[in-house]
Nanobody, 119 residues
Framework: VQLVESGGGLVQPGGSLRLSCALS????????MGWYRQAPGSQAPGKQR????????????NYADSVKGRFTISRDNAKNTAYLQMGSLKSEDTAVYYC?????????WGQGTQVTVSS
């Protein structure tokens, strides 16, 4: 299974970005898809990535409290792609964002995409 993220970049506070995550090598619709992030300075061993949002294979969505009302996760099974629409971005949203795919005991990660919120 391969996950490829795209859509990161530099955006001003209050702006928007959409991240995409394309899955190949398996049946996308079977996976729970999630977005995690790791903020600058939190790359120390043992530091966990923060769960941002998840959408299950059955389209149930959950969000971290810090992004509720600002971020929207979605999926397009026909395109084997998950999305994270981010709005009202804040400086504290600056992080490397990782896509994940989970099915049973299998958990796969993308390479990460940098999101920087700065004026």
């Amino acid at each position: 299974v391969q996950l490829v993220e795209s859509g990161g970049g530099l955006v001003q506070p209050g702006g928007s970005l959409r991240l995409s995550c394309a899955l190949s090598g398996s049946i996308f619709s079977m996976y729970d898809m999630g977005w995690y992030r790791q903020a600058p300075g939190s790359q120390a061993p043992g530091k966990q990535r923060e769960l941002v949002a998840v959408i299950t294979s059955g389209d149930t969505m959950n969000y971290a409290d810090s992004v509720k009302g600002r971020f929207t996760i979605s999926r397009d099974n026909a395109k084997n792609t998950a999305y994270l629409q981010m709005g009202s971005l804040k400086s504290e949203d600056t992080a490397v964002y990782y896509c994940s795919a989970e099915l049973g005991y299998s958990h796969y990660w993308g390479q990460g995409t940098q999101v920087t919120v700065s004026s």
